[in-house]
């Protein structure tokens, strides 16, 4: 066919056209994914080394933030607190005597006048047997019943209503006040995977908030399913982590049965206007009051210094004549000289890391025994 039999024939080159410009649109396309893939890799590299985070590790950082209180045996609703531990309970490894406390050994019945001690998960001890707690470990360290009322997931505002509710039982002559850092987060939420009590600041007054109803979402539906699959596979990323937790919390950490919900209010205030109402029922009562900081292990490795928000609360705890025990600057210590030592402090999979071991309990009971005189 001559040239101008082919000017009058286009039909003969249509379909070469389409699929040249279908394959032109396909590989914008692919050049657009990679370039944006490109983009935040290179954000998240950023992000790491400013943060002083691993290059070569890639945990599911949502999820090591996130609270799964449903489906725990040892776990039940409470009107005020929001859930605590059953009372009484036996689960392997797990052992709760009246009050929800955990049993340090074989003890069968809470010793009052001990020393009490209120915290989150890290005061519990997730993930390590009983005797394998701080709680037991300091007992064993200093002779004395410790007694172990820690709530897993609870933030500081749940663990300062805890104490004040177990100090006219208990009366203990030592309150030991477990905090981990992330619990002052935990303190801005109305709902941080179950309904939660808060508290807003009103004219310098704090007031308290019940716990709500949960009303459950659903994750029913192709999009709703594939934006959750999305979300996994984006919580490798420590600074889409940091972004997200912080402007989308209740996409970010919620599910079907779990909600986080931000309350109104500025968790470090909140915080230590608690401390402060704390102080004043512990001196009422003659007893003494320690304030333990603790930490998950990439706030250990990110920085030099405590995260901004601990790092205020114990300087309010201070001015109130709280006894501080901070466990950041000993562990920091261990970093500085190995990196992978935290491997051995921190329950982990090799990626993760989550609560404190065995070892890393009994470092955090060495530091409370030689404020208590061991």
Not at 72 to 78: A, E, H, L
Not at 149 to 164: C, K, N, P
Not at 195 to 220: G, W
Not at 222 to 240: E, K
Request: with cysteine; proline share 6%; aromatic share 8%.
């Amino acid at each position: 066919m001559d040239d101008a039999n082919r000017s009058q024939n286009p039909r003969t080159e249509a379909p070469v056209g389409r699929a040249a410009k279908r394959g032109l649109r396909w590989a914008n396309a692919a050049l657009a994914l990679l370039s944006a893939a490109l983009s935040v890799l290179a954000i998240e590299i950023g992000y790491r080394v400013a943060f002083g985070l691993p290059l070569s590790e890639w945990p599911n950082w949502r999820i090591d933030n996130t609270v799964i209180l449903n489906g725990r045996d040892v776990i039940v609703p409470d009107p005020h607190l929001g859930w605590k531990l059953k009372p009484n309970n036996s689960s392997p490894g797990h052992h709760t005597l009246e009050h929800g406390i955990r049993r340090n050994s074989a003890e069968t019945a809470v010793r009052p006048g001990a020393i009490l001690a209120v915290g989150d998960s890290f005061t519990e001890g997730w993930e390590v047997e009983d005797e394998e707690t701080w709680p037991a470990h300091l007992e064993k360290r200093i002779g004395k019943p410790v007694l172990n009322a820690g709530v897993g997931g609870y933030g500081t505002d749940q663990i300062v209503l805890r104490a004040e509710q177990l100090l006219p039982v208990l009366k203990p002559k030592t309150l030991i006040v477990g905090f981990l850092e992330f619990d002052i987060h935990r303190t801005n939420h109305t709902h941080f995977g179950s309904p939660k009590p808060y508290f807003t600041v009103e004219n310098d007054v704090l007031k308290q908030h019940p716990p709500a109803l949960l009303t459950p979402r659903s994750e029913r539906g192709f999009l709703v399913a594939a934006s959750y699959g999305i979300r996994d596979a984006l919580g490798h990323l420590a600074s889409i982590d940091f972004l997200l937790s912080r402007v989308a919390p209740d996409f970010w950490y919620g599910s079907e049965r779990r909600e986080y919900r931000k309350a109104p209010n500025d968790p470090v205030r909140v915080t230590c206007l608690l401390l402060e109402r704390l102080k004043k029922q512990v001196d009422a009562a003659g007893a003494r009051m320690i304030l333990f900081m603790q930490y998950y292990a990439n706030a250990i490795m990110a920085d030099d210094d405590p995260p901004a928000p601990a790092d205020r609360v114990v300087t309010c705890a201070e001015a109130l004549g709280i006894e501080i025990v901070d466990q950041f600057a000993s562990l920091r210590a261990l970093v500085a000289a190995d990196r992978g030592v935290l491997r051995a402090y921190y329950m982990t999979d090799g990626k993760n890391y989550s609560h404190m071991s065995g070892k890393g309990n009994e470092h955090a009971a060495g530091l409370l025994a030689k404020v208590l005189g061991e």
